[in-house]
């Protein structure tokens, strides 16, 4: 059992999430392409950005110290658009109009690399925003808050106050579904706050 993971990511929701786990991990930078390919599906996008980010990191992390890479990826999906992270606060703005009042999708991939082995898992939530009015787009886009985030908004902050319902996943949202890294921890036996209680299960 690995008792330590490289987390591929520089997210601090990802690290709070990790470590919600009891995930022992070391964060490493990685050097991955975000562009989508022609006609990828969203699933499809997040998997290869998951597994990718994984294995780009591979250069950054300790020559002796040969450990599982986690890899993550979050997109949001609004009628088959993906929206990304924006590139400003003009584009953020444009996004958060076209959320408004909306329900749209938010896919998140997570990957665990080692070696020659992988394993990965998608999980997809529906999220509907309420009505925003400009002048509140305005005022949510002058703290900053959009920038770094898929689809320009952060559930996890103030934000939330324009989530009306959701259906899903809310850490996969945050950006780590928790469900769906408790299971690649436990297929890739690294150690978890549950582990001792599922080894003497087995036993």
């Known amino acids: 059992m690995f008792e330590q993971i490289y987390l591929a990511s520089a997210s601090p929701r990802r690290k709070e999430l990790l470590t919600q786990l009891g995930v022992s991990f070391i964060q490493v930078a990685n050097d991955f392409d975000e562009t989508p390919l022609a006609n990828e599906s969203a699933t499809d996008y997040v998997k290869r950005l998951a597994i990718g980010k994984a294995r780009s990191a591979q250069p950054f992390c300790d020559a002796d110290k040969?450990?599982?890479?986690?890899?993550?990826?979050?997109?949001?999906v609004l009628n088959d658009q993906f929206l990304g992270k924006p590139a400003?606060?003009?584009?953020?703005?444009?996004?958060?109009?076209q959320l408004s009042g909306k329900t749209h999708q938010v896919y998140s991939g997570v990957a665990l690399c080692y070696q020659d082995e992988e394993a990965w898992q998608v999980s997809r939530s529906d999220v509907t925003f309420g009505h925003i009015s400009e002048q509140t787009i305005d005022s949510y886009c002058a703290t900053e808050e959009p920038l770094g985030k898929a689809g320009s908004y952060a559930i996890q902050?103030?934000?939330?106050?324009?989530?009306?319902?959701?259906?899903g996943s809310y850490s996969g949202i945050?950006?780590?579904?928790?469900?769906?890294?408790?299971?690649?921890?436990?297929?890739?036996?690294?150690?978890?706050?549950?582990?001792?209680?599922l080894k003497k299960e087995v036993q």
């Open 157 to 167: 902050g103030v934000a939330g106050s324009f989530v009306t319902g959701i259906n």
């Open 88 to 97: 400003d606060l003009d584009e953020a703005k444009l996004m958060l109009k």
């Open 66 to 76: 040969s450990l599982p890479i986690l890899g993550a990826d979050t997109i949001v």
């Open 174 to 197: 945050v950006g780590l579904p928790l469900y769906e890294t408790r299971i690649l921890l436990e297929q890739m036996r690294v150690g978890y706050l549950l582990s001792p209680h």
